[in-house]
T-cell receptor, first 110, second 115 residues
């Protein structure tokens, strides 16, 4: 059974700082890995999707990496802004099912 | 496109009552999912469907039932509500999960409290 862990559970940083969120998983047999953003009381919005054969994906200030051999993915956020405050979840696609991490709650302080 | 819509947004149930959470998508996606999210936790898969007439259990199916009579709709049924089912429920859809570039699209969620 796939186990997905996200560290840290919560993070508070001053505006402008670069930061890294971590996601680790136990089974490398995946189709892809996604990073989602969840705002309080809202659904999930997809940020980045990394295919199993890829090493990283970039979108604006966001960069996600994938290392299947070590069971790790990172989400790098450059020059953080207060609007980045949200919970970030990673999810692994193993075929018919998706396994989610518990999330990292990010607060960017103005 | 409205995307994935869920109703109701909020609901309070008494122990033993039953209800149906509605989910509709207008993107003609084959795959649909129901998740629950408990406070401070990630999402756990309850049931999923790979197309009309086909459903299967996820990680936490006990106490729930689903049906998929059309491509658009995937209702989740709670027959005998219990306090342990207090949670936020999310519906999601995707064209094909094993497609390497296909993301999941989520509804806004239903917040359910069982007292």
């Amino acid at each position: 059974k796939q186990e997905v862990t996200q560290i840290p559970a919560a993070l508070s940083v001053p505006e402008g700082e670069n930061l890294v969120l971590n996601c680790s998983f136990t089974d490398s047999a995946i189709y892809n890995l996604q990073w989602f953003r969840q705002d309080p009381g809202k659904g999930l919005t997809s940020l980045l999707l990394i295919q199993s054969s890829q090493r990283e994906q970039t979108s604006g200030r966001l960069n996600a990496s994938l290392d299947k051999s070590s069971g790790r993915s990172t989400l790098y956020i450059a020059a953080s802004q207060p609007g980045d405050s949200a919970t970030y979840l990673c999810a692994l696609n193993t075929g018919n099912q998706f396994y989610f991490g518990t999330g990292t709650s990010l607060t960017v302080i103005p | 496109n409205a995307g994935v819509t869920q109703t109701p947004k909020f609901r309070i149930l008494k122990i033993g009552q039953s209800m149906t959470l509605q989910c509709t998508q207008d993107m003609n996606h084959n795959y649909m999912y129901w998740y629950r999210q408990d406070p401070g936790m990630g999402l756990k898969l309850i049931y999923y469907s790979v197309g009309a007439g086909i459903t299967d259990k996820g990680e936490v199916p006990n106490g729930y039932n689903v049906s998929r009579s059309t491509t658009e709709d995937f209702p989740l049924r709670l027959e005998l509500a219990a306090p342990s089912q207090t949670s936020v429920y999310f519906c999601a859809s995707t064209p094909s999960p094993s497609g390497s570039t296909d993301t999941q699209y989520f509804g806004p969620g239903t917040r359910l409290t069982v007292l």
